[in-house]
């Protein structure tokens, strides 16, 4: 993995189980209280349904302070419910006055629950496995000593609130109060878990689409921080460029006289027939045609003359220059053009000075009986040149560095043809590009604008 990435992927996937953890804790926090709310509710139903029953039985008989048959009575008729197991009556002094049935053992009233009813408040007590035996006779052999049971605690008054005329402790058979708080439990327990699993896709989701989000804006930032380097490059090699082609131009003028006359030389020599004067008279020829070509696009710059040439054009001045190199190596160089649309020839020129650069870099790399092929096309208002050959490819570790200038594939090279074309491309508002290596061969492609950017 990229060293940017991982930095990228490390804090993303640490956030992500921060983000599970404290959510997770929360959920289950709240959960627990959520829970315990419910079963304290539940567990505080029925003495919040025994108490108005009890007083309203104290109500209808006006039982007062001292009449214990009244109380008794009171309490025994509120008693008579379905799973009741025992209740016991106190004094308002906590001292036992009567209990049922009579197999409940040393029924008694502690000193913490005293407390709580002295200040008028019902005690509900829920204990999901009683010691049965412990609180009633008989269960010594029973088969089933322990059960859900639910204590209830009332303090018990008359029409004055503050005149407390007793107490009742009633113990009811929680069983189905076990099953309906089991029943919750299990609700509860589905839904945290839906709610877990819910929260923890979507923070997965959101980290997973910031992650992306981050790595396409930092992807975008080095590819603008590449882009702006290589700008940096251009326009450095532009200005040394435009210094070089000031000089270039003088010294091309200055040797058009010399080679001219070089060239006279040669031609007039009375053994010029020989292989050694045929050699030297090619390259005066070749030195002449390139010098001129210089000239005239030189010129056309300076006058700001302008005309039109059609891709027929362009490629027959393109074969034209470069069929004796192609020949010399016995090489195939075909040049074909497509298209009817016409481009400046100020424009024109610079696709040749690329073409020609292209085409010969592919006559060095190409073995004899090769062929190079190239082709001119124009789509809509755009010129397509590709320039290729059948020789053995780039090297694989040059591949990354064609257009930088000392970059070459080939002893003796300064690697600066490639990057000088690269520059005159984007001059023309286009683009140069590899476009496949094996091999099998090579492929560049150079688009670019029939007209100049406005």
């Known amino acids: 993995m990229p060293p940017r ?37 539940i567990i505080n139903r029925d003495a919040a349904v025994l108490w108005p029953v009890t007083l309203h039985q104290l109500a209808q008989r006006e039982v007062e302070e001292g009449d214990t048959p009244e109380l008794l009575a009171a309490v025994l008729q509120s008693a008579q419910q379905q799973n009741m197991l025992a209740v016991a ?30 200040k008028g408040e019902p005690i509900s007590r829920y204990t999901p496995q009683l ?31 503050k005149k407390i005329l007793g107490y009742a402790q009633y113990y009811v058979d929680a069983r189905p109060l076990s099953r309906e708080l089991a029943a919750i439990d299990a609700r509860i327990s589905g839904q945290t878990t839906a709610t877990l699993a819910i929260g923890i896709a979507l923070i997965v989701l959101v980290v997973t689409v910031a992650f992306l989000l981050l790595r396409r804006a930092q992807s975008a930032i080095a590819e603008r921080n590449e882009r702006l380097m290589r700008a940096n490059f251009e326009l450095t ?4 460029a435009s210094a070089l082609g000031q000089i270039t ?51 056309d710059a300076h006058a700001h003359a302008s005309y039109e040439l059609t891709p027929e054009e362009i490629a027959t001045t393109i074969r034209d220059r470069n069929q004796p190199a192609a020949a010399e190596r016995n090489l195939d160089l075909a ?21 020609n650069n292209l085409i010969s870099n ?9 062929a190079v092929r190239v082709t001119l096309e124009c789509r809509d208002n755009t010129l397509q040149l590709e320039v290729s050959d059948n020789g053995p490819g780039i090297p694989p570790e040059l591949r990354p560095h064609l257009f930088k200038p ?27 590009e590899l476009v496949a290596t094996d091999m099998r061969g090579t492929t560049f492609r150079l688009t670019t604008p029939l007209a100049a950017p406005a």
Do not use: M
Not at 270 to 297: C, H, I, K, S
Not at 407 to 426: D, F, K, Q, V
């Open 335 to 355: 040049v074909t053009a497509k298209g009817v649309k016409p481009i400046d020839s100020h424009r024109g020129g610079l696709v040749c000075l690329i073409a």
């Open 131 to 161: 010691e049965l035996d412990r609180y009633f006779a008989g269960f010594d052999e029973a088969p089933e000593r322990h059960a859900p049971v639910l204590e209830v605690l009332l303090p018990l008054h008359g029409r004055n609130p």
């Open 406 to 432: 000392g970059r070459s594939g080939r002893p003796g090279g300064t690697g600066l043809g490639l990057a000088i074309s690269h520059l005159l491309a984007r001059q023309l508002g286009g683009e140069l």
């Open 249 to 299: 131009s003088h010294l091309v003028h200055g040797l058009q006289g010399p080679i001219a006359g070089l060239r006279a030389v040669v031609s007039s020599r009375e053994n010029g027939e020989t292989p050694d004067w045929e050699t030297a008279a090619g390259y005066a020829e070749r030195l002449q045609t390139l010098v001129g070509d210089t000239v005239g696009l030189l010129s």
């Open 89 to 118: 009556v106190f004094d308002p002094q906590g001292r036992t006055l009567r209990y049922a049935p009579e197999s409940l053992l040393f029924p008694e009233l502690p000193l913490d629950d005293y407390a709580r009813l002295l």
């Open 362 to 370: 592919a006559v060095v790399a190409t073995r004899a009986g090769g």
């Open 237 to 240: 090699l532009a200005a040394k």
């Open 5 to 41: 990435l991982t930095r990228l992927w490390l804090p993303s996937l640490l956030t992500g189980i921060l983000l599970i953890a404290i959510f997770s804790v929360t959920v289950v926090r709240y959960r627990s209280t959520l829970r315990d709310e419910i079963r304290r509710t």
